[in-house]
């Protein structure tokens, strides 16, 4: 498993707007959304899982031709100072 995060800085002001704008678009996969509590505020991150980068990319390449992801990108885009994408693979599940 791989996991594909996502970390976004917000333009202050605009977090419920991003927030609902990632929500309103079909994803095609599940994903957990983090909004900050304490320290940097403004920022969501999201986490996707995926089998392989395989399926990372197959993803990314099938999505980027759909227009419901071109409409967002043009909504999104404005709201965001800046954004990361790290990927991490979990090593061990504590008891």
Known sequence: M???????????GHLDEAKNLIFSINWRRP???FESEIGVMYRLSADVEYES???????????QSDPEYQNFLEKWQ???????????RPIETSR
């Open 78 to 88: 404005p709201l965001v100072i800046s954004s990361e994408r790290t990927f991490w």
């Open 31 to 33: 994903f957990r959304l």
């Open 53 to 63: 980068m395989a399926d990372i990319e197959k993803f990314w390449d099938e999505i």
């Open 2 to 12: 791989i996991i594909e995060r996502w970390e976004h800085k917000i333009k202050a």
